[in-house]
Protein backbone atom coordinates (compact mmCIF):
# COMPACT_ATOMS: atom_id res chain seq x y z
CA UNK A 1 0.00 0.00 0.00
CA UNK A 2 1.35 3.21 -0.92
CA UNK A 3 1.06 6.21 1.70
CA UNK A 4 0.75 9.48 -0.13
CA UNK A 5 2.03 13.18 1.74
CA UNK A 6 -1.45 14.15 2.65
CA UNK A 7 -2.09 10.18 4.62
CA UNK A 8 1.30 11.06 6.16
CA UNK A 9 0.34 14.98 7.29
CA UNK A 10 -2.44 13.36 8.63
CA UNK A 11 -1.01 10.91 10.49
CA UNK A 12 1.60 13.12 12.02
CA UNK A 13 -1.41 15.54 13.01
CA UNK A 14 -3.11 12.59 14.63
CA UNK A 15 0.37 11.64 16.79
CA UNK A 16 0.70 15.69 17.07
CA UNK A 17 4.48 15.20 16.39
CA UNK A 18 5.16 18.59 13.69
CA UNK A 19 6.45 17.18 10.01
CA UNK A 20 8.08 20.69 8.08
CA UNK A 21 5.93 20.09 4.50
CA UNK A 22 9.55 19.44 2.72
CA UNK A 23 9.68 16.78 5.13
CA UNK A 24 6.56 14.42 4.19
CA UNK A 25 7.45 12.76 1.03
CA UNK A 26 10.42 11.16 2.85
CA UNK A 27 7.99 10.23 5.82
CA UNK A 28 5.35 8.81 3.45
CA UNK A 29 7.79 6.44 1.42
CA UNK A 30 9.21 5.23 4.95
CA UNK A 31 5.49 4.60 5.78
CA UNK A 32 4.63 2.52 2.75
CA UNK A 33 7.93 0.23 2.51
CA UNK A 34 6.51 -0.33 6.30
CA UNK A 35 3.31 -0.87 5.74
CA UNK A 36 4.60 -2.93 2.66
CA UNK A 37 6.64 -5.38 4.86
CA UNK A 38 3.49 -5.75 7.41
CA UNK A 39 1.05 -6.80 4.13
CA UNK A 40 2.75 -10.06 4.55
CA UNK A 41 -0.04 -10.67 7.44
CA UNK A 42 -2.97 -10.85 4.37
CA UNK A 43 -1.67 -14.07 3.51
CA UNK A 44 -2.55 -15.80 7.24
CA UNK A 45 -5.82 -17.45 7.71
CA UNK A 46 -6.91 -15.86 10.75
CA UNK A 47 -10.90 -17.05 10.00
CA UNK A 48 -12.23 -18.06 13.50
CA UNK A 49 -9.08 -17.08 15.35
CA UNK A 50 -9.43 -14.97 17.90
CA UNK A 51 -7.50 -11.33 18.28
CA UNK A 52 -5.06 -12.17 21.72
CA UNK A 53 -5.96 -9.73 24.25
CA UNK A 54 -3.71 -11.23 27.22
CA UNK A 55 -0.60 -13.48 26.34
CA UNK A 56 -1.30 -15.39 29.76
CA UNK A 57 -4.18 -16.19 30.39
CA UNK A 58 -5.60 -13.86 33.68
CA UNK A 59 -8.25 -12.49 34.80
CA UNK A 60 -7.41 -8.85 35.93
CA UNK A 61 -7.67 -8.28 39.58
CA UNK A 62 -10.47 -7.09 41.58
CA UNK A 63 -10.24 -4.44 44.70
CA UNK A 64 -12.18 -2.28 46.41
CA UNK A 65 -12.84 1.06 45.23
CA UNK A 66 -11.10 3.12 47.40
CA UNK A 67 -8.35 5.83 48.26
CA UNK A 68 -5.08 4.02 48.77
CA UNK A 69 -2.48 6.63 47.92
CA UNK A 70 -2.30 10.21 47.21
CA UNK A 71 -1.69 13.57 48.73
CA UNK A 72 1.69 14.27 47.10
CA UNK A 73 0.98 16.88 44.50
CA UNK A 74 4.56 18.37 45.08
CA UNK A 75 6.13 15.21 44.47
CA UNK A 76 3.90 15.20 40.91
CA UNK A 77 4.58 18.51 40.42
CA UNK A 78 8.27 18.46 40.89
CA UNK A 79 9.08 16.87 37.27
CA UNK A 80 6.94 19.55 35.39
CA UNK A 81 8.30 22.06 32.67
CA UNK A 82 5.81 24.25 34.61
CA UNK A 83 3.74 24.02 37.66
CA UNK A 84 2.31 27.09 39.21
CA UNK A 85 0.42 27.20 42.37
CA UNK A 86 -0.29 23.63 43.10
CA UNK A 87 -0.96 22.78 39.06
CA UNK A 88 0.61 21.97 35.82
CA UNK A 89 0.36 24.63 33.75
CA UNK A 90 0.15 24.95 30.06
CA UNK A 91 -0.67 27.51 27.24
CA UNK A 92 -3.94 28.93 26.97
CA UNK A 93 -6.69 26.48 26.10
CA UNK A 94 -9.41 28.32 25.11
CA UNK A 95 -10.17 31.38 23.25
CA UNK B 1 42.12 -3.84 41.12
CA UNK B 2 41.02 -4.44 37.51
CA UNK B 3 41.12 -8.04 38.77
CA UNK B 4 38.26 -7.49 40.95
CA UNK B 5 35.54 -6.50 37.69
CA UNK B 6 36.31 -9.53 35.88
CA UNK B 7 34.55 -11.43 39.05
CA UNK B 8 30.82 -13.06 37.93
CA UNK B 9 28.42 -11.87 40.59
CA UNK B 10 28.92 -15.68 42.38
CA UNK B 11 32.83 -14.92 42.41
CA UNK B 12 32.62 -11.64 43.73
CA UNK B 13 29.41 -13.08 46.30
CA UNK B 14 31.27 -15.79 47.52
CA UNK B 15 34.46 -13.71 47.97
CA UNK B 16 32.26 -11.02 49.87
CA UNK B 17 31.51 -13.63 52.06
CA UNK B 18 34.51 -14.89 52.67
CA UNK B 19 36.08 -11.55 53.56
CA UNK B 20 38.23 -11.32 51.16
CA UNK B 21 37.41 -8.95 49.59
CA UNK B 22 34.84 -5.39 50.57
CA UNK B 23 31.80 -4.30 48.73
CA UNK B 24 33.34 -1.12 48.69
CA UNK B 25 36.75 -2.53 46.96
CA UNK B 26 34.78 -4.07 44.31
CA UNK B 27 32.76 -0.70 43.74
CA UNK B 28 35.79 1.39 43.52
CA UNK B 29 37.46 -0.98 40.76
CA UNK B 30 34.23 -0.79 39.17
CA UNK B 31 34.39 2.99 39.65
CA UNK B 32 37.80 3.01 38.03
CA UNK B 33 36.97 0.97 35.49
CA UNK B 34 33.42 3.18 34.10
CA UNK B 35 36.05 6.48 34.28
CA UNK B 36 38.85 5.19 32.04
CA UNK B 37 35.94 3.21 29.51
CA UNK B 38 34.26 6.63 27.96
CA UNK B 39 35.13 5.44 24.66
CA UNK B 40 32.30 3.32 25.04
CA UNK B 41 29.95 5.16 25.89
CA UNK B 42 28.16 2.78 28.28
CA UNK B 43 27.67 4.44 31.47
CA UNK B 44 25.52 7.40 30.69
CA UNK B 45 24.58 9.08 34.11
CA UNK B 46 26.86 7.51 36.77
CA UNK B 47 26.06 7.47 40.36
CA UNK B 48 29.59 7.32 42.23
CA UNK B 49 28.10 8.54 45.67
CA UNK B 50 25.24 6.15 45.94
CA UNK B 51 27.65 3.38 44.98
CA UNK B 52 29.95 4.35 47.74
CA UNK B 53 27.15 4.71 50.52
CA UNK B 54 25.65 1.49 49.27
CA UNK B 55 28.83 -0.74 49.38
CA UNK B 56 29.17 0.60 53.01
CA UNK B 57 26.06 -0.50 54.16
CA UNK B 58 26.10 -3.31 52.46
CA UNK B 59 29.84 -4.13 54.15
CA UNK B 60 27.90 -3.28 57.54
CA UNK B 61 25.53 -5.86 56.22
CA UNK B 62 28.07 -8.49 55.28
CA UNK B 63 29.98 -7.81 58.90
CA UNK B 64 26.54 -8.30 60.76
CA UNK B 65 26.02 -11.83 59.27
CA UNK B 66 22.63 -10.51 57.96
CA UNK B 67 23.78 -10.10 53.77
CA UNK B 68 20.91 -10.28 51.53
CA UNK B 69 21.39 -12.52 48.45
CA UNK B 70 22.99 -9.83 46.21
CA UNK B 71 24.66 -7.99 49.11
CA UNK B 72 27.66 -5.44 47.92
CA UNK B 73 27.34 -6.62 44.28
CA UNK B 74 27.81 -3.57 42.22
CA UNK B 75 25.04 -3.33 38.76
CA UNK B 76 24.53 -1.44 36.24
CA UNK B 77 21.26 -0.22 35.33
CA UNK B 78 19.46 0.43 31.76
CA UNK B 79 18.41 3.91 31.50
CA UNK B 80 14.85 2.72 30.71
CA UNK B 81 14.33 1.80 34.66
CA UNK B 82 13.14 4.99 37.13
CA UNK B 83 15.36 5.46 39.77
CA UNK B 84 14.52 8.05 42.71
CA UNK B 85 16.81 11.47 42.40
CA UNK B 86 18.52 9.69 39.08
CA UNK B 87 18.19 10.96 35.76
CA UNK B 88 15.94 8.41 33.78
CA UNK B 89 15.52 9.31 30.72
CA UNK B 90 14.56 6.01 28.23
CA UNK B 91 18.06 7.86 26.59
CA UNK B 92 15.11 10.41 24.78
CA UNK B 93 15.46 14.21 24.69
CA UNK B 94 12.34 14.71 25.78
CA UNK B 95 12.92 13.48 29.24
CA UNK B 96 15.75 15.65 29.51
CA UNK B 97 15.86 16.62 33.26
CA UNK B 98 13.98 14.12 34.64
CA UNK B 99 14.52 12.46 37.95
CA UNK B 100 11.90 10.24 39.24
CA UNK B 101 10.49 10.76 42.52
CA UNK B 102 10.30 6.87 42.81
CA UNK B 103 12.09 3.62 42.07
CA UNK B 104 11.34 1.18 39.67
CA UNK B 105 9.98 -2.19 41.80
CA UNK B 106 12.57 -4.05 39.84
CA UNK B 107 15.31 -1.52 40.57
CA UNK B 108 14.13 -1.53 43.97
CA UNK B 109 14.02 -5.47 44.56
CA UNK B 110 17.50 -5.47 43.51
CA UNK B 111 18.59 -2.36 46.04
CA UNK B 112 16.70 -4.08 48.64
CA UNK B 113 18.91 -7.76 47.63
CA UNK B 114 21.56 -5.69 48.57
CA UNK B 115 22.96 -4.49 45.39
CA UNK B 116 24.98 -1.57 44.21
CA UNK B 117 23.55 0.99 41.44
CA UNK B 118 26.91 2.33 40.11
CA UNK B 119 24.86 3.99 37.30
CA UNK B 120 22.19 4.50 34.27
CA UNK B 121 22.99 2.50 31.00
CA UNK B 122 22.96 3.80 27.42
CA UNK B 123 20.21 2.35 25.11
CA UNK B 124 18.10 2.80 21.69
CA UNK B 125 15.62 5.59 22.37
CA UNK B 126 12.61 3.94 24.25
CA UNK B 127 13.98 1.08 23.78
CA UNK B 128 13.18 1.41 20.07
CA UNK B 129 16.21 0.24 18.44
CA UNK B 130 18.95 -3.22 17.47
CA UNK B 131 21.84 -1.26 17.34
CA UNK B 132 22.31 1.61 20.15
CA UNK B 133 22.40 3.78 17.37
CA UNK B 134 18.94 6.09 18.38
CA UNK B 135 20.08 7.05 22.00
CA UNK B 136 20.16 11.01 22.78
CA UNK B 137 23.50 9.78 24.35
CA UNK B 138 24.85 8.70 20.68
CA UNK B 139 26.20 5.85 20.43
CA UNK B 140 27.40 3.12 23.20
CA UNK B 141 30.38 0.97 21.78
CA UNK B 142 30.80 -2.49 21.71
CA UNK B 143 34.46 -3.89 23.14
CA UNK B 144 34.38 -6.25 21.03
CA UNK B 145 36.48 -5.99 17.59
CA UNK B 146 37.25 -7.48 14.09
CA UNK B 147 40.79 -8.87 15.41
CA UNK B 148 43.09 -6.21 14.13
CA UNK B 149 40.25 -3.90 12.33
CA UNK B 150 39.50 -0.48 14.34
CA UNK B 151 35.97 -0.28 13.46
CA UNK B 152 34.02 0.68 15.57
CA UNK B 153 30.58 -1.98 15.80
CA UNK B 154 27.19 -2.39 17.83
CA UNK B 155 27.11 -4.18 21.20
CA UNK B 156 23.37 -4.48 19.57
CA UNK B 157 20.15 -3.10 21.13
CA UNK B 158 18.06 -1.88 22.39
CA UNK B 159 20.47 -2.99 25.87
CA UNK B 160 23.44 -1.99 24.58
CA UNK B 161 25.00 0.18 27.18
CA UNK B 162 24.29 -2.90 29.59
CA UNK B 163 25.93 -5.27 26.86
CA UNK B 164 29.16 -3.01 26.30
CA UNK B 165 29.09 -3.08 30.20
CA UNK B 166 28.98 -5.93 31.56
CA UNK B 167 30.97 -7.26 28.51
CA UNK B 168 33.80 -4.72 29.11
CA UNK B 169 34.20 -5.81 32.76
CA UNK B 170 32.49 -1.88 34.29
CA UNK B 171 29.98 -4.47 36.04
CA UNK B 172 30.00 -7.07 37.38
CA UNK B 173 26.06 -7.49 35.92
CA UNK B 174 23.06 -5.43 34.52
CA UNK B 175 19.36 -4.86 34.21
CA UNK B 176 18.35 -5.14 30.31
CA UNK B 177 14.56 -4.96 29.09
CA UNK B 178 13.72 -6.69 26.18
CA UNK B 179 10.43 -6.07 23.80
CA UNK B 180 11.41 -7.74 20.91
CA UNK B 181 14.84 -9.05 21.53
CA UNK B 182 16.89 -6.28 23.41
CA UNK B 183 17.96 -8.03 25.75
CA UNK B 184 19.06 -11.50 24.19
CA UNK B 185 20.61 -9.75 20.87
CA UNK B 186 23.32 -7.20 22.48
CA UNK B 187 23.89 -10.30 24.86
CA UNK B 188 24.49 -12.61 21.75
CA UNK B 189 26.61 -9.41 20.09
CA UNK B 190 28.72 -8.63 23.11
CA UNK B 191 29.32 -12.37 23.97
CA UNK B 192 27.50 -12.67 27.52
CA UNK B 193 24.69 -14.33 29.02
CA UNK B 194 21.16 -12.55 28.92
CA UNK B 195 17.65 -14.13 30.00
CA UNK B 196 13.96 -12.29 29.29
CA UNK B 197 11.58 -14.06 31.95
CA UNK B 198 8.30 -15.24 31.31
CA UNK B 199 6.00 -12.57 30.60
CA UNK B 200 4.48 -11.29 33.87
CA UNK B 201 7.21 -12.85 36.11
CA UNK B 202 9.58 -9.23 36.49
CA UNK B 203 6.91 -6.23 37.33
CA UNK B 204 7.02 -3.64 34.83
CA UNK B 205 6.06 -0.88 37.30
CA UNK B 206 8.47 2.60 37.03
CA UNK B 207 9.83 1.02 33.43
CA UNK B 208 9.71 3.36 31.01
CA UNK B 209 6.77 1.78 28.88
CA UNK B 210 7.06 0.89 25.21
CA UNK B 211 4.82 -1.84 24.37
CA UNK B 212 3.32 -2.71 27.65
CA UNK B 213 1.93 -6.34 26.25
CA UNK B 214 5.69 -7.40 24.89
CA UNK B 215 8.08 -5.44 27.47
CA UNK B 216 9.59 -7.62 30.21
CA UNK B 217 13.17 -7.18 32.32
CA UNK B 218 16.16 -9.10 32.77
CA UNK B 219 19.77 -9.73 33.67
CA UNK B 220 22.52 -9.50 31.76
CA UNK B 221 25.48 -11.15 32.77
CA UNK B 222 28.63 -12.68 32.69
CA UNK B 223 27.32 -16.37 32.72
CA UNK B 224 24.13 -18.47 33.42
CA UNK B 225 24.76 -19.13 36.99
CA UNK B 226 24.69 -15.32 37.28
CA UNK B 227 21.46 -14.98 35.40
CA UNK B 228 19.62 -17.21 37.58
CA UNK B 229 20.86 -15.39 40.74
CA UNK B 230 19.77 -11.80 39.68
CA UNK B 231 16.69 -12.97 37.82
CA UNK B 232 15.54 -14.39 41.35
CA UNK B 233 15.93 -10.65 42.52
CA UNK B 234 14.12 -9.11 40.20
CA UNK B 235 11.21 -11.28 39.86
CA UNK B 236 8.09 -11.76 41.99
CA UNK B 237 4.52 -10.63 41.94
CA UNK B 238 3.96 -6.55 42.25
CA UNK B 239 0.45 -5.49 43.23
CA UNK B 240 0.98 -2.11 41.35
CA UNK B 241 1.25 -3.97 38.00
CA UNK B 242 -2.00 -5.62 37.36
CA UNK B 243 -0.13 -8.01 34.57
CA UNK B 244 2.44 -9.50 37.04
CA UNK B 245 1.69 -13.08 38.21
CA UNK B 246 0.86 -13.75 41.67
CA UNK B 247 3.83 -16.90 41.78
CA UNK B 248 6.53 -17.88 43.74
CA UNK B 249 10.01 -17.17 42.98
CA UNK B 250 11.83 -20.33 43.15
CA UNK B 251 15.79 -21.04 43.93
CA UNK B 252 16.87 -21.15 40.39
CA UNK B 253 20.53 -20.97 41.32
CA UNK B 254 19.77 -24.41 43.46
CA UNK B 255 18.20 -25.63 39.64
CA UNK B 256 21.46 -25.15 37.71
CA UNK B 257 22.54 -29.55 38.43
CA UNK B 258 23.89 -29.44 34.51
CA UNK B 259 21.37 -32.48 34.12
CA UNK B 260 19.50 -32.02 30.84
CA UNK B 261 19.34 -36.32 30.31
CA UNK B 262 16.00 -37.25 28.89
CA UNK B 263 14.68 -33.61 27.67
CA UNK B 264 13.21 -32.81 24.78
CA UNK B 265 14.83 -30.12 22.81
CA UNK B 266 13.04 -29.16 19.71
CA UNK B 267 14.67 -27.36 16.36
CA UNK B 268 12.43 -25.30 14.53
CA UNK B 269 12.98 -25.83 11.55
CA UNK B 270 11.29 -22.06 10.13
CA UNK B 271 14.14 -20.30 11.61
CA UNK B 272 16.23 -21.89 8.54
CA UNK B 273 16.38 -18.73 7.08
CA UNK B 274 17.26 -18.27 3.46
CA UNK B 275 20.75 -16.11 3.51
CA UNK B 276 21.86 -16.96 6.65
CA UNK B 277 25.43 -16.85 7.69
CA UNK B 278 27.37 -20.33 7.24
CA UNK B 279 28.67 -19.86 10.77
CA UNK B 280 25.20 -19.25 12.33
CA UNK B 281 23.84 -22.21 10.65
CA UNK B 282 26.78 -24.46 11.86
CA UNK B 283 27.25 -23.11 15.28
CA UNK B 284 23.19 -24.42 15.63
CA UNK B 285 24.54 -27.43 14.21
CA UNK B 286 26.82 -27.77 16.93
CA UNK B 287 24.44 -26.88 19.86
CA UNK B 288 21.95 -29.51 18.91
CA UNK B 289 24.64 -31.50 18.85
CA UNK B 290 26.08 -30.90 22.47
CA UNK B 291 22.90 -30.90 23.95
CA UNK B 292 22.28 -34.36 22.64
CA UNK B 293 25.95 -35.39 24.14
CA UNK B 294 24.13 -34.30 27.45
CA UNK B 295 21.71 -36.78 27.05
CA UNK B 296 19.09 -34.66 25.84
CA UNK B 297 16.75 -35.62 23.11
CA UNK B 298 16.50 -33.91 20.17
CA UNK B 299 13.50 -33.14 17.77
CA UNK B 300 12.87 -31.74 14.40
CA UNK B 301 9.60 -29.41 15.40
CA UNK B 302 7.55 -26.72 13.33
CA UNK B 303 6.55 -23.58 14.13
CA UNK B 304 4.43 -22.72 10.86
CA UNK B 305 4.18 -18.84 11.23
CA UNK B 306 7.29 -17.84 12.54
CA UNK B 307 7.10 -16.09 9.32
CA UNK B 308 4.66 -13.69 9.76
CA UNK B 309 6.21 -12.65 13.82
CA UNK B 310 7.92 -9.67 12.69
CA UNK B 311 5.30 -8.38 10.56
CA UNK B 312 3.06 -9.04 13.62
CA UNK B 313 5.11 -7.51 15.96
CA UNK B 314 5.83 -3.87 13.91
CA UNK B 315 2.18 -3.92 14.20
CA UNK B 316 1.04 -4.43 17.56
CA UNK B 317 4.73 -3.23 19.47
CA UNK B 318 4.46 0.45 17.88
CA UNK B 319 0.22 0.90 18.39
CA UNK B 320 1.23 0.35 22.23
CA UNK B 321 3.96 2.55 21.85
CA UNK B 322 1.93 5.13 20.29
CA UNK B 323 -0.94 4.80 22.86
CA UNK B 324 2.08 4.83 25.50
CA UNK B 325 4.34 7.49 24.02
CA UNK B 326 0.90 10.02 24.38
CA UNK B 327 2.03 10.92 27.75
CA UNK B 328 5.16 13.36 26.67
CA UNK B 329 3.48 16.30 25.99
CA UNK B 330 5.26 18.57 27.68
CA UNK B 331 3.03 19.09 30.66
CA UNK B 332 3.78 16.90 33.46
CA UNK B 333 8.05 15.82 32.74
CA UNK B 334 10.99 16.02 30.74
CA UNK B 335 11.20 18.61 27.98
CA UNK B 336 8.94 21.38 26.50
CA UNK B 337 9.57 23.17 23.37
CA UNK B 338 9.95 27.26 23.65
CA UNK B 339 6.74 28.57 22.30
CA UNK B 340 5.95 31.25 19.63
CA UNK B 341 4.01 34.32 20.54
CA UNK B 342 0.47 32.75 20.37
CA UNK B 343 1.07 29.29 20.11
CA UNK B 344 -1.62 27.29 21.78
CA UNK B 345 -1.91 24.10 23.60
CA UNK B 346 -1.68 21.86 20.50
CA UNK B 347 1.36 23.98 19.37
CA UNK B 348 3.26 23.08 21.98
CA UNK B 349 2.20 19.44 21.49
CA UNK B 350 3.31 19.42 17.87
CA UNK B 351 6.89 21.19 18.75
CA UNK B 352 8.23 19.59 21.56
CA UNK B 353 7.22 16.07 20.40
CA UNK B 354 8.66 16.88 17.33
CA UNK B 355 12.27 18.05 19.10
CA UNK B 356 11.85 15.91 21.86
CA UNK B 357 11.41 12.58 20.17
CA UNK B 358 14.49 10.89 17.65
CA UNK B 359 13.58 10.10 14.23
CA UNK B 360 12.77 6.16 14.67
CA UNK B 361 10.34 6.98 17.77
CA UNK B 362 8.53 9.31 15.83
CA UNK B 363 8.12 7.03 12.62
CA UNK B 364 7.49 4.02 15.38
CA UNK B 365 4.66 6.78 16.78
CA UNK B 366 3.12 7.49 13.41
CA UNK B 367 3.18 3.84 12.36
CA UNK B 368 0.88 3.04 15.64
CA UNK B 369 -0.89 6.01 15.20
CA UNK B 370 -2.09 5.05 11.59
CA UNK B 371 -2.80 1.18 12.15
CA UNK B 372 -4.84 1.80 15.07
CA UNK B 373 -6.72 4.88 13.31
CA UNK B 374 -10.39 4.74 12.29
CA UNK B 375 -10.63 2.38 8.90
CA UNK B 376 -7.32 0.66 9.44
CA UNK B 377 -7.86 -0.75 12.95
CA UNK B 378 -9.30 -4.22 11.41
CA UNK B 379 -7.20 -4.37 8.88
CA UNK B 380 -3.85 -4.02 10.77
CA UNK B 381 -4.19 -3.78 14.44
CA UNK B 382 -6.98 -6.51 14.66
CA UNK B 383 -5.18 -9.12 11.96
CA UNK B 384 -1.77 -8.53 13.82
CA UNK B 385 -3.57 -9.50 17.04
CA UNK B 386 -4.60 -12.53 15.40
CA UNK B 387 -1.43 -13.87 14.05
CA UNK B 388 -0.13 -13.30 17.58
CA UNK B 389 -2.57 -16.02 18.86
CA UNK B 390 -1.84 -18.17 16.08
CA UNK B 391 2.43 -18.16 17.15
CA UNK B 392 1.52 -18.80 20.47
CA UNK B 393 -0.15 -21.84 19.19
CA UNK B 394 2.53 -23.51 17.87
CA UNK B 395 4.89 -23.00 20.79
CA UNK B 396 1.91 -24.31 22.53
CA UNK B 397 1.84 -27.23 20.48
CA UNK B 398 5.11 -27.81 20.51
CA UNK B 399 4.94 -27.92 24.55
CA UNK B 400 1.94 -30.29 24.66
CA UNK B 401 3.71 -32.80 22.25
CA UNK B 402 6.57 -32.82 24.90
CA UNK B 403 8.96 -30.05 23.61
CA UNK B 404 10.83 -28.94 26.53
CA UNK B 405 12.71 -26.49 25.10
CA UNK B 406 13.77 -24.81 21.87
CA UNK B 407 16.89 -24.13 20.23
CA UNK B 408 17.53 -21.61 17.89
CA UNK B 409 20.21 -18.58 16.68
CA UNK B 410 19.84 -15.87 18.82
CA UNK B 411 20.94 -13.20 15.92
CA UNK B 412 21.31 -13.43 12.21
CA UNK B 413 24.46 -12.27 12.39
CA UNK B 414 27.62 -11.26 14.14
CA UNK B 415 27.73 -7.73 15.60
CA UNK B 416 27.78 -5.24 12.41
CA UNK B 417 29.58 -1.93 12.44
CA UNK B 418 27.75 1.68 13.74
CA UNK B 419 26.81 3.49 10.82
CA UNK B 420 26.66 0.21 8.36
CA UNK B 421 23.08 0.12 8.36
CA UNK B 422 22.40 4.12 8.21
CA UNK B 423 21.45 3.82 4.45
CA UNK B 424 19.29 0.63 4.92
CA UNK B 425 15.76 0.92 4.64
CA UNK B 426 14.00 0.42 8.39
CA UNK B 427 12.53 -2.69 7.78
CA UNK B 428 16.55 -4.05 7.01
CA UNK B 429 17.24 -3.37 10.59
CA UNK B 430 14.00 -4.97 11.61
CA UNK B 431 15.16 -8.16 10.78
CA UNK B 432 18.15 -8.11 13.56
CA UNK B 433 15.01 -9.41 15.74
CA UNK B 434 14.03 -12.58 13.75
CA UNK B 435 14.54 -14.98 16.20
CA UNK B 436 14.22 -13.72 19.36
CA UNK B 437 10.74 -11.67 18.37
CA UNK B 438 8.13 -14.69 18.16
CA UNK B 439 9.21 -15.22 22.06
CA UNK B 440 7.76 -11.62 23.02
CA UNK B 441 4.51 -12.50 21.02
CA UNK B 442 4.00 -15.83 22.77
CA UNK B 443 5.05 -14.28 26.20
CA UNK B 444 7.64 -17.25 26.87
CA UNK B 445 11.01 -17.39 28.10
CA UNK B 446 14.08 -17.20 26.07
CA UNK B 447 17.85 -16.93 26.95
CA UNK B 448 21.30 -16.04 24.66
CA UNK B 449 24.10 -18.25 25.70
CA UNK B 450 27.78 -16.90 23.92
CA UNK B 451 28.94 -20.50 21.88
CA UNK B 452 31.46 -19.24 19.64
CA UNK B 453 33.44 -17.09 17.75
CA UNK B 454 32.74 -16.48 14.18
CA UNK B 455 36.20 -16.39 11.63
CA UNK B 456 36.20 -12.63 12.31
CA UNK B 457 37.08 -13.38 15.92
CA UNK B 458 33.38 -11.66 17.14
CA UNK B 459 31.19 -13.73 19.62
CA UNK B 460 27.90 -15.75 18.52
CA UNK B 461 24.92 -16.82 20.61
CA UNK B 462 22.64 -19.39 20.39
CA UNK B 463 18.94 -18.81 21.93
CA UNK B 464 16.71 -21.19 24.14
CA UNK B 465 13.33 -20.87 24.63
CA UNK B 466 11.33 -21.91 27.38
CA UNK B 467 7.93 -23.21 28.51
CA UNK B 468 5.79 -20.43 30.89
CA UNK B 469 6.71 -19.87 34.26
CA UNK B 470 9.75 -22.41 33.99
CA UNK B 471 12.70 -20.40 33.99
CA UNK B 472 14.41 -22.90 36.54
CA UNK B 473 14.70 -25.80 33.44
CA UNK B 474 15.55 -23.37 30.99
CA UNK B 475 18.64 -22.03 32.92
CA UNK B 476 19.46 -25.50 33.87
CA UNK B 477 19.35 -26.15 29.84
CA UNK B 478 21.27 -22.67 28.97
CA UNK B 479 24.08 -24.28 31.92
CA UNK B 480 24.34 -27.54 29.77
CA UNK B 481 24.94 -25.45 26.96
CA UNK B 482 27.26 -23.32 28.43
CA UNK B 483 29.74 -25.72 29.61
CA UNK B 484 29.59 -27.70 27.17
CA UNK B 485 30.47 -24.73 25.04
CA UNK B 486 33.05 -23.61 27.29
CA UNK B 487 33.03 -20.01 25.81
CA UNK B 488 35.61 -18.50 27.95
CA UNK B 489 36.63 -15.68 25.24
CA UNK B 490 37.04 -11.92 26.13
CA UNK B 491 37.33 -8.84 24.34
CA UNK B 492 40.82 -7.42 24.24
CA UNK B 493 41.15 -4.12 25.78
CA UNK B 494 42.04 -0.86 23.18
CA UNK B 495 39.31 1.55 24.95
Known sequence: MSIDTETAAR????????????????????????????????????????????????????????????????????GAPDAREGFFAVPKVVE | MSEL??????????????????????????????????????????????????????????????????????????????????????????????????????????????????????????AMGSSNETSVYGNAVNPWRRGNDETQLTPGGSSGGSASAVAADLCLAATGTDTGGSIRQPAAFTGITGIKPTYGRCSRWGIVAFASSL???????????????????????????????????????????????????GIPREYRMEGMPEEIEALWQKGTEMLKDAGA???????????????????????????????????RYGRRAKLSQGDGVVEMYEKTRAEGFGHEVQRRVMVGTYVLSAGFYDAYYNRARKVRTLIKRDFEQAFDAGVDAILTPATPSAAFGLGEMAEADPVQMYLNDVFTVTVNLAGLPG?????????????????????????????????????AAGFVEKPAKWW
Open chain 2, 297 to 331: EIRDISLPHTKYALPAYYVIAPAEASSNLARYDGV
Open chain 2, 5 to 126: TKLTLAGARDALKKGDVTSLELTEACLGAIEGAGALNAFVHQTPDLARDRANAADERLKAGDAPKMCGLPIGIKDLFCTEGVPSQAASRILEGFRPEYESTVSAQLRDAGAVMLGKLNMDEF
Open chain 2, 215 to 265: DQAGPMTKDVRDAAIMLEAMCGHDPKDSTSAELAVPDFEAMLTGDIRGKVI
Open chain 1, 11 to 78: VAKLARIKVEEDALPALAKEFSDILGFIEQLNEVDVEDVEPMTSVTPMRLKRRADEVTDGGQADKVLS
Open chain 2, 447 to 483: ISVPTGLDRQGLPLGLQLIGRPWEEGDLLNCAYSLER
